[in-house]
């Protein structure tokens, strides 16, 4: 690759290539050797940004390595060193195009791009209070938030209650996204629609309604056009829902002359409910990938 420019010339070739998994940066190492067109002395102190403006240098995190196809096309420019050669007229500069961008193994003809992405599980928690024992009706697992009457055998009192604890999955997905193509405001302004909602469809081998979304966390990559949003999921295993006991006008349980609870129901809070699946945009290769944590050729 040569070029020229109103002031310096120059022309490349390339000492290295090195081509990574996902989740670390390709590279490709050029060497460039400029010289000015009117064949006096070059300075590389001095004239360092009137090569830049002149072409014949990168500009850092920007300037592409200007391939078509491939990861090589993603490439930027992360670091350049520059020294002057022997005899002073001209300046040897050797430039690090990097990229986190990689093919996925399971392209066709055309070559699937894709960027690292993965999820986190760690199991947790939650104490829940039952007032009834041996239910009848279950939590639902639609979109309903409330149930029926559960049915089952009251805990003694109308406070009583006994405590269990109720299985949790704690799942975090982080996706590294191009700046370039999804500019980081318009990512946040539209990511943030997901939080506090509850899925209804399967999402990660979840079923629909057992999964919320805790919240959603944007941060720039520095040194880079990316960044990388993480969504927060819990699971739970009774899909949210808590035993609440009906109540009657003074507020308190309503009772059955026996000292029993009379009605007791499944409740959880009202969320929005959307398809966490929409989160991949379509992607099916990044869908598989994440989910499998493997190329699912």
Known sequence: MSGTGSIYKWNDRVLDQRETPIGSESEILVS????????SDLDVISEYEAMIADGALAILDYDDYGAVG???QFARARNQQVRKLEGGKAAE?????????????????????????????????RNLKLHRTGWTTSPPTTSSNVSAEIGGQSVTGAD??????????????????????????T????LVSYSNTISNATFC?????????DGINTEKQEGSEYYDVTFEFLYDKFFHFVQVATLDADGRPKMTTGGELLEVKWKRMSRTATDF?????GDTALKNYVEKGWWPC
């Open 205 to 213: 081998g979840f079923p629909a309604y057992s999964l919320i979304c």
């Open 277 to 281: 699946n929409n989160i991949y945009a």
């Open 93 to 125: 500069a050797q430039i690090s195009f990097r990229t986190k961008y990689v093919i996925s193994p399971c392209s066709g003809e055309t070559p699937i791009t894709m960027l690292p992405a993965s999820f986190q599980f760690v199991t947790a928690s």
């Open 187 to 190: 990512a946040a302004s539209t």
């Open 32 to 39: 460039r050797i400029i010289t000015k067109i009117d064949g």
């Open 160 to 185: 009583g209650f006994e405590s269990v604890q109720v299985g949790q999955v704690r799942i975090r997905l982080r996706v590294t996204q191009d700046a370039t193509v999804v500019p980081i405001s």
């Open 70 to 72: 491939s990861w090589h």
